[in-house]
């Protein structure tokens, strides 16, 4: 029987339940009110969408669901990083056969990048270097 766990990383969450777990990430646990109204600060969200997304999540062990109050709080079944580098991985490796360094200069190729933007990316790189 497989666990919870490796449930998520299968379910790999849409662009909306993505918009979702970055709200219950920046603000942590919460209600669909909460979850609704910090969606409402970026484009308009109807309270019955966010509440059947996030119904629909839990069912998909995205979120997880304390159901001991009378307004059932929500928060992440996963930490922040472990979702995006799962997903940042998906992606390298099915855009570009798994190369970090090919997207790493696609990007910095078709961004404007800042001077101290680069400077960090020097240090990082230096960093690695020395390991």
């Given at each position: 029987m497989e666990d919870k766990r490796s449930k998520i990383l299968k379910t790999e969450p849409t662009k909306s339940?993505?918009?979702i777990?970055?709200?219950?990430?920046?603000?942590g646990p919460s209600t669909v009110r909460v979850v609704n109204d910090k969606l409402n600060e970026q484009r308009e969200?109807?309270?019955?969408?966010?509440?059947?997304?996030?119904?629909i999540m839990?069912?998909?062990n995205l979120v997880l669901r304390?159901?001991?109050?009378?307004?059932?709080?929500?928060r992440p079944a996963e930490e922040e990083t472990k979702t995006k580098s799962h997903l940042l991985d998906?992606?390298?490796?099915?855009?570009?056969?798994?190369?970090?360094?090919?997207?790493?200069?696609q990007l910095l190729g078709s961004k404007k990048t800042s001077k101290e933007e680069l400077e960090e990316l020097k240090k990082i790189l230096k960093d690695l270097d020395n390991k």
């Open positions: 339940e993505l918009e777990l970055q709200v219950l990430w920046e603000n969200v109807n309270y019955t969408t966010t509440l059947k997304l996030m119904q839990t069912e998909k304390d159901e001991s109050s009378m307004k059932h709080i929500y998906r992606f390298v490796n099915t855009l570009y056969n798994g190369s970090a360094s090919k997207l790493v200069m």
